[in-house]
């Protein structure tokens, strides 16, 4: 199993570890930024995609405006999601 954060796609490092993951392992990654382009994901290897769903789009900037953090939108606002490749 490899378990990769979301933030590899930001620092553009997700590329490289998945060139080197084993050929059978059972990848994962997981993060708020991860979920938006599941398929391109699953293109290359990745199996699950956790990340966040934002339901309510205008709350949710209005709380990162306000220096608000994950405790003031998970689940309210954004629930945590997983999105498995199908077989």
Known sequence: ????????LVN???EK????????AEIAVIGPTASLLPD???????????GVWVKKPDEMLDVLAAGGSGYHFFDSLAPRIVIEKEH
């Open 1 to 8: 199993m490899l378990i990769v954060t979301g933030v590899t």
């Open 12 to 14: 553009h490092t997700l």
């Open 17 to 24: 570890i998945l060139k080197v993951a084993r050929q059978d």
């Open 40 to 50: 391109a994901l699953f293109a290359r290897g990745v199996r699950v995609v956790g």
